[in-house]
Nanobody
Framework: QVQLVESGGGSVQAGGSLRLSCAAS???????MGWFRQAPGKEREEVAF????GRTRYADSVKGRFTISSDASLHLQMNSLKPEDTGMYYC????????????WGQGTQVTVSS
């Protein structure tokens, strides 16, 4: 059973930075992981993703500002934050890199004020 616990959310002014972390357990070596976010009244969207080869992809809205990385945990370094980055951020893990084997964390709130 995969368990994901996010941390690092908070409130910051526009232009500031935050670093999110996701502690994962129960995953295999062939696990793809990512960060998603959901703003009030909007659908959940993918922000950044890293596969089991270390290849990354980013939403166009965060390219050049956010960086996903993994060591013992999954991280999301968020720089030059904008008010539109506000939302609940979720960590996700796809066992065997299969979307139908996706597990979610409980989420951490990010609020960016102008």
């Amino acid at each position: 059973q995969v368990q994901l616990v996010e941390s690092g959310g908070g409130s910051v002014q526009a232009g500031g930075s935050l670093r999110l972390s996701c502690a994962a357990s129960g995953y295999t070596s062939s696990t793809c992981m990512g960060w998603f976010r959901q703003a009030p009244g909007k659908e959940r969207e993918e922000v950044a993703f890293i596969d089991d080869y270390g290849r990354t992809r980013y939403a166009d809205s965060v390219k050049g500002r956010f960086t996903i990385s993994s060591d013992a945990s999954l991280h999301l370094q968020m720089n030059s934050l904008k008010p539109e980055d506000t939302g609940m951020y979720y960590c996700a893990a796809d066992l065997w890199c299969l979307r139908n084997n996706r597990y979610w964390g409980q989420g951490t709130q990010v609020t960016v004020s102008s």
